[in-house]
């Protein structure tokens, strides 16, 4: 297997209606023209800003060196999952995704099965996650009509450190008060159901065939491993919460290697990345790393408090 050294990836800024203008204080990003509501951490447009691949988008490392960057248990042709973050300044459309079997019936590789940790919530914030029991599909269709759709929908309270699971066929919707780090299939297959009057497209037949009115969307009680947070471990993702003591350190258990990509998203805090074969860096607040496959060396440590999001895509 062909050498590949960990990097850290440069940001994407994706411009939102729902979005800010101003990202701080998360990020020294301020916009005069279109708002931006979507950080883009693992996207295809995201580069490298580190080591020899410097300025090398994640879509070419992955087509060049996809075996030494994903490794043999991943065989899809695409780096897995899109990591982002999301800024709602106001709701977003009320929408659903659709699972692997109908996305490819549509010529599509994937659907889009996601999760939502909350890095902050306001107090009051909620999500609209799925349709209220009892609620069939005549009146869901009959409430996008006549703009009553949200009434149907179960509306879940949301505190900072919530880990929120949607599965495909959910429908979804995301209010204001949040930030959110999202991880899902990598997939773009998003179909409006309702949009609050705006002349934004629906896709109502596709909607309504992605739809299921029963889910196991939801949030997700964490579970405590080996002195970590294991946060969710579905089909497709896994995410794990590490934190480092205050005194000088490595986070110990976080050098294994991995038998797939592993990527390290700094909550708080930041990290310096190094090991034999590379030139070591630095991984600040919300600023991702990427640990290929092939690297079975290499050692991660904090100066001083902080928290890591450890996030693995499913082995095949």
């Not at 006549?146 to 949607?166: C, N, Q, R, Y």
């Not at 947070?229 to 205050?246: C, H, K, N, P, Q």
């Not at 860096?281 to 440590?301: D, K, M």
Request: proline share 7%.
């Amino acid at each position: 297997m062909e050498t590949l050294a960990p990097f850290r990836l440069a940001p994407y800024f994706r411009t939102r209606p729902w979005g800010f203008q101003d990202l701080a204080p998360w990020y020294d990003y301020r916009t005069d023209g279109e708002p931006i509501g979507e950080v883009w951490l693992t996207g295809e447009m995201c580069v490298a800003d580190t080591g020899p691949l410097r300025g090398t988008s994640l879509a070419e490392i992955t087509k060049l060196q996809r075996a030494a960057l994903l490794g043999p248990g991943l065989t899809g042709l695409d780096f897995p999952l899109l990591i982002k973050l999301l800024f709602p300044k106001e709701k977003l459309s009320v929408q659903v995704h659709p699972d692997d079997a109908l996305a490819q019936r549509y010529g599509e590789p994937r659907g889009k099965t996601e999760c939502w940790y909350a890095l902050d919530a306001r107090p009051g914030a909620s999500v609209a996650l799925g349709i209220r029991p009892g609620v069939t599909v005549e009146q869901v269709k009959a409430a996008v009509h006549d703009a009553s759709l949200e009434s149907l929908m179960e509306m879940v309270p949301v505190a900072k450190g919530d880990m929120i699971f949607v599965d495909a066929g959910t429908v979804h919707a995301m209010g204001p008060g949040v930030v959110m780090l999202e991880t899902q299939q990598t997939s773009d297959l998003t179909y409006r159901m309702y949009d609050y009057g705006s002349a934004r497209e629906l896709h109502l037949e596709k909607a309504f065939a992605a739809m299921h009115l029963t889910t196991r969307a939801g949030k997700v009680t964490p579970r405590v491993v080996d002195g970590h947070s294991v946060l969710i471990d579905e089909r497709y993702f896994r995410m794990e919460r590490w934190t480092v003591g205050a005194a000088a350190g490595v986070a110990a258990g976080l050098t294994d290697p991995s038998p797939v990509v592993q990527m390290f998203f700094v909550a708080v805090g930041s990290l310096h990345i190094s090991g034999e074969g590379f030139e070591a860096f630095t991984v600040e607040r919300n600023q991702l790393a990427v640990i290929p496959s092939c690297v079975l060396r290499w050692t991660l440590a904090s100066e001083g408090p902080a928290e890591i999001i450890r996030i693995l895509p499913a082995a095949d």
